[in-house]
């Protein structure tokens, strides 16, 4: 559906080259709602910006729908750029025409007959819940209802993907969540693939089935959310998944348990197995005591992932048998400390 190529990006500034993207192989499969996250200047906008052809790659090719736009001419071009439809940060509304007219806009350009512009546009409203702000001027709305008017002019013209540039990032979280939620639905009832960039876990957690993790204008690693959540492998992706998923053990946990006879283990349960009482099973089982420090549970992708951390006590032949169990049964488990060894 988007295949990026090889993609590569210099851009000139002031004599010097900049790279902002160094070699994107990614690929967005129709139905998706791919995340792609990163630092400011990782080189998100200017992906994404590669996609409508905003930005045009100095190497490599992008495909969408297995046609690199890049090649086509003017007229063929217009037509392929209907199916992308877009939405920006600060919305990119204009401030001298109505609700009403930013959304016919691209339908006028594409010479619409008006009575079926208006018929679009009224459809478009209530899709978006602002059926009665036709003739408000975006100045007398607030940012989560402007960013509905930006996705309903984004649809305008019916298109097959959605792109999205730090969709969310200028509205509080509550605006955000139900912005994110009007995606969700724009996905799941049109079939429309969405490619989001975004700064923030939290928007990738809440709607995106894949993600990629960029770095200095590369992926550095991508797949599954699920996956990528559940197991992190680069330092940057631990980062991002750490400030949604708090599974670190406070430092003056560790310093307290240093001087103790303690192991401290990190438990992360997926899918069904997060009901197991495992713990209670350990401490019937075994000769240890076993206390929580702290537990968690969120659901990524529908399927419930849970994270413990708890300390256990004991003599430590028993602490060690306890921990052969825990590794056999469905969890990933992981010692963070054991001391007096
Ligand atoms: N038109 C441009 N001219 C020169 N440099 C640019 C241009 N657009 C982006 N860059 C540079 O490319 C890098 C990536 O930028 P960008 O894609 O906007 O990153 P992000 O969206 O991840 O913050 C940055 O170093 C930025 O300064
Ligand atoms: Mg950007």
Not at 68 to 75: H, V
Not at 268 to 295: E, H, Q, W
Request: proline share 3%.
């Amino acid at each position: 559906m988007i295949e990026f190529k090889d993609v590569k990006k210099v851009f000139q500034s002031n004599k010097q080259q900049i790279e902002a993207l160094t070699g994107i192989n990614l690929k967005v499969e129709q139905g998706d709602i791919y995340g792609v996250i990163g630092y400011s200047g990782a080189g998100k906008s200017t992906l994404i910006r590669m996609v409508n052809l905003l930005e045009r790659p100095s190497e490599g090719a992008v495909l969408v729908n297995g046609i690199n736009l890049a090649s086509l001419k003017p007229s063929k071009l217009r037509q392929e750029k209907k199916k992308i439809g877009m939405i920006f940060q600060h919305f990119n509304l204009l401030n001298s025409k109505t609700v009403f007219d930013n959304i016919a806009m691209p339908l006028v350009l594409s010479r619409t007959p008006k009575t079926k512009i208006k018929a679009r546009v009224s459809e478009l409203l209530k899709f978006v819940g602002l059926a009665d702000k036709a003739k408000n001027y975006p100045d007398q709305l607030s940012g989560g209802q402007k960013q509905r008017i930006g996705i309903a002019r984004a649809l305008a013209t019916n298109p097959s993907i959605l792109l999205c540039d730090e969709a969310t990032s200028a509205l509080d979280p509550q605006t955000t969540s139900e912005v994110l939620q009007l995606l969700k639905k724009i996905n799941a009832e049109y079939n429309i693939t969405i490619l989001l960039i975004t700064h923030e876990m939290s928007v990738i957690r809440e709607i995106c089935n894949k993600v990629a993790v960029m770095e200095y204008g590369k992926v550095v690693e991508n797949g599954s959310v699920f996956n990528i959540f559940s197991n992190p492998q680069s330092t940057i992706a631990k980062n991002f998944v750490r400030t949604v998923i708090h599974d670190e053990v406070p430092k003056s946990i560790l310093n307290e348990l240093h001087a103790s006879k303690k192991s401290i283990w990190k438990i992360n349960f997926i899918g069904t197995s997060s009901g197991r009482p495992l713990l209670s099973t350990l401490a019937k089982k075994f000769d240890v005591d076993i206390s929580v420090l702290s537990a968690n549970i969120s659901e990524i992708q529908d399927t419930p992932f849970g994270n413990l951390i708890v300390d256990v006590t004991g003599e430590q032949d028993e602490i060690t048998k306890a921990y052969q169990f825990a590794k056999d049964e469905n969890v990933s488990l992981q010692e963070v400390v054991a001391d007096g060894q």
